[in-house]
């Protein structure tokens, strides 16, 4: 089963930050946060991952508590094609372990 | 990042009969995946394909139904055999590069 627990679905209105929750209470200390998106009918892209740093890169923010038990993926300005589901993943076993799906939170970007 | 041919991007198959799906990489990578996902559902690992050795199968797959190949480092296939309308789904392959999955574009299955 997934590791973490994400909301259903969003709104977001176009050309404002799009802020995606995640929790992952159980993570444990060698784990890293994974995000994806699925685009409809596109396999999974990758955004960003990170183990207890905050990350950026030209896609997103990944902010990552201290605790490290949630974090949130920052779309800074978001556009109709981030419309997607976007899923968050504690890879299991560090950077070489499996990536366990759960159901996402669908972000819909309105104009 | 590596660069994913999957093929074929959509079939429709008759129920009893079979169909291999192929997975091109442009770079050689050591381990390939294959995925599953069912309509509105999130994607569920089917097995693991490591160059030279048997893949290694998720809970609730077995070979006989989802063989597997990898005869190098940049190609694998995935037969789905003995197809019924469950099997209707999306497959997708993936590749470990660097620290990170990437995902060929996937193959729409619908069994009739």
């Known amino acids: 089963d997934a590791k973490t627990t994400q909301p259903t679905s969003m709104d977001c209105a176009e050309g404002r930050a799009a802020n995606l929750p995640c929790n992952h209470s159980?993570?444990?200390?060698?784990?890293?946060v994974y995000w994806y998106r699925q685009i409809h009918s596109q396999g999974p892209q990758y955004i960003i991952h990170?183990?207890?740093n905050n990350e950026t890169n030209e896609m997103a923010s990944l902010i990552i508590t201290e605790d490290r038990k949630s974090s949130t993926l920052i779309l800074p300005h978001a556009t109709l094609r981030d419309t997607a589901v976007y899923y968050c993943?504690?890879?299991?076993?560090?950077?070489?372990?499996?990536?366990?799906f759960g159901k996402g939170t669908k972000l819909s970007v309105k104009p | 990042s590596a660069v994913i041919s999957q093929k074929p991007s959509r079939d429709i198959c008759q129920r009893g009969t079979s169909l291999t799906i192929q997975c091109q990489v442009d770079?050689?990578?050591?381990?390939m995946f294959w995925y599953r996902q069912q309509p509105g559902q999130s994607l569920t690992l089917i097995a693991t394909?490591?160059?030279?050795?048997?893949?290694?199968?998720e809970s609730g797959f077995v070979i006989d139904k989802f063989p597997i190949s990898r005869p190098n480092l940049t190609f694998s296939t995935l037969t789905v055999s003995n197809m019924s309308p469950e099997d209707s789904s999306i497959y997708l392959c993936?590749?470990?590069?660097?620290?990170?999955?990437?995902f060929g574009s996937g193959t729409r299955l619908t069994v009739v």
């Open positions: 394909a490591n160059q030279g050795s048997e893949a290694t199968y």
């Open positions: 993943i504690v890879r299991v076993g560090g950077s070489q372990g499996n990536l366990i």
């Open positions: 993936s590749v470990e590069d660097r620290d990170r999955e990437t």
């Open positions: 770079s050689q990578v050591t381990m």
């Open positions: 159980t993570i444990s200390g060698n784990e890293y």
């Open positions: 990170g183990l207890k």
